[in-house]
């Protein structure tokens, strides 16, 4: 309804009354706007400076976790001959002074069983059940299988229907593989044509048998099996643990890649080598370390010149931040905290020990030759304070500020408090606004009537005493 009457205002009295209730409601409400709009674009800019300070603080501590991760920075394990033995660190081990010796002298194998004479993939072959179970096979002088113990845990195998659809060797060797009987079934396709391949898993325990219920309707299925009894399928390879000697002791395991046997390190077994000697030592990461301190530095540097310039006493728009300051404080505090609770004496335990200086500004520097005297005199320490002590220390300064109840989580939580307190204040000036606008509105179309009515009035006043001077 206000706006029907604003539309007329001035009408009778010839006042601009919708500019005077604009202006009015403007002097009003005007600088409590403006005020609200600079806290709001104030608040605007902590938040994006918080938010940056938390990603790179998260970052510092992601960025070291990273490297740690990727085993740069940790004493890594060599081979003498990769040919025949590849080695590895497992993730979060430590193997300095690691020295072994080792003989591959025969590989894990999978027993793999073929069918004969190459067929036709789509011709069909029978239906019936194959009964398929893993367990421990023994072999005469000829490779024959003369025994099998089943599994204890699948004593009856799985069992797969090859029914209409599926007795083609195509048929089958997804019947096979959809069972999940722990072997896997391939068509094996040259130019004679095609035959059924059957391979099981490393390890001597993962011999399998395979016997045959043929549908009487239907024969031709007992072409595969492969039993003590039945061995129409040709044998191709025989179920073997692998057979190593680590320092002359010989141990078997199922399968080529083995991480329990060396503390720490995974072996990788590429070829047999019986009589052969592979050794197996460490090599430290002596430059790789040097440069994730140098890269410590830097990263920490960058983080502090953001903080200083978002709590600069005149400029800053976090200069009243306790949660930075907070944050700054635990920071500095970082060069002379113990990152090698539990070393000896002469070993480094701080970030100072190892060369980093806090300078007067709150940035730090290296001393390079600190660093590598550190490094040559005690590798395997500075090795376990930045992949260990420097990664849980700043996991934990994270935790302190950002987690629950953190000083940035407390600064970030009141900021979204004000957030909340500025836009209620906005909405009241703006409910307000409107309030005043429709009563003066209102008021001034009440006023614009009644000076119509007056000049109306006088208008037929006028013409009456004209009406009457003239008659006279």
């Not at 501590?61 to 490297?67: D, F």
Request: proline share 3%.
């Amino acid at each position: 309804m206000a706006d029907s009457i604003a539309v007329t205002l001035g009408a009778g009295s010839g006042i601009d009354t919708k500019s005077l209730v604009s202006s009015l409601v403007n002097a009003q409400f005007g600088p409590k706007t403006q005020a609200l709009t600079a806290k709001k674009d104030n608040l605007t800019a902590q938040i994006s400076a918080l938010s940056q300070l938390r990603s790179s603080l998260t970052g510092f501590s992601s960025a070291l976790t990273s490297l740690v991760s990727g085993g740069t920075t940790s004493t890594q394990p060599t081979t003498s001959d990769s040919s025949v033995l590849g080695v590895s660190l497992l993730p979060g081990a430590s193997i300095s002074g690691l020295s072994a010796n080792v003989e591959v002298k025969s590989l894990a194998q999978a027993q793999v069983v073929t069918t004969g004479t190459p067929v036709d993939k789509t011709a069909a072959v029978g239906k019936g059940t194959l009964t398929i179970k893993l367990g421990t096979a023994t072999y005469d002088a000829n490779n024959v299988m003369t025994g099998f113990t089943a599994k204890a845990s699948a004593p009856a195998g799985i069992q797969v229907t090859i029914g209409d659809g599926q007795n083609s060797l195509a048929g089958i060797a997804a019947a096979i593989n959809a069972a999940k009987a722990g072997v896997t079934a391939t068509v094996i396709t040259d130019s004679t044509g095609s035959r059924l391949s059957i391979k099981g898993a490393t390890g001597a325990d993962q011999a399998f048998t395979i016997d045959v219920a043929e549908d009487p309707t239907a024969p031709g299925l007992s072409s595969l099996a492969y039993n003590v009894g039945a061995q129409t399928l040709g044998l191709t390879r025989k179920a073997n643990d692998a057979l190593v000697a680590l320092d002359g002791v010989d141990v078997k395991r199922p399968n080529n890649s083995i991480s329990d046997l060396i503390p720490g390190v995974k072996l990788d077994l590429a070829k047999e080598a019986p009589g052969q000697t592979i050794a197996i030592n460490t090599t430290p990461p002596t430059a790789a370390l040097s440069q994730a301190v140098t890269d410590i530095v830097d990263t920490y540097n960058q983080l502090i010149a953001v903080a200083q310039t978002d709590t600069d006493a005149k400029s800053g728009v976090l200069r009243a931040d306790s949660g930075v300051k907070d944050m700054m404080r635990m920071l500095r505090e970082l060069t002379g905290a113990d990152l090698n609770p539990g070393a000896g004496t002469t070993e480094p335990h701080t970030l100072a020990e190892l060369g980093v200086k806090t300078n007067r500004d709150g940035t730090l520097t290296l001393d390079t030759t600190t660093l590598q005297n550190a490094l040559s005199k005690s590798g395997a320490a500075v090795e376990k304070m930045i992949n260990v002590g420097l990664g849980t220390a700043l996991r934990q300064i994270s935790l302190n500020l950002t987690g629950p109840g953190g000083s940035l989580t407390s600064s970030q939580s009141g900021y979204s408090r004000l957030q909340k307190s500025i836009a209620d204040d906005e909405a009241k000036i703006t409910a307000d606004s409107q309030a005043m606008t429709d009563r003066l509105t209102l008021q001034y179309a009440n006023m614009d009537a009644r000076v119509s009515a007056y000049k109306a009035t006088q208008s037929f006043l006028e013409q009456q005493i004209a009406a009457w001077t003239k008659s006279g």
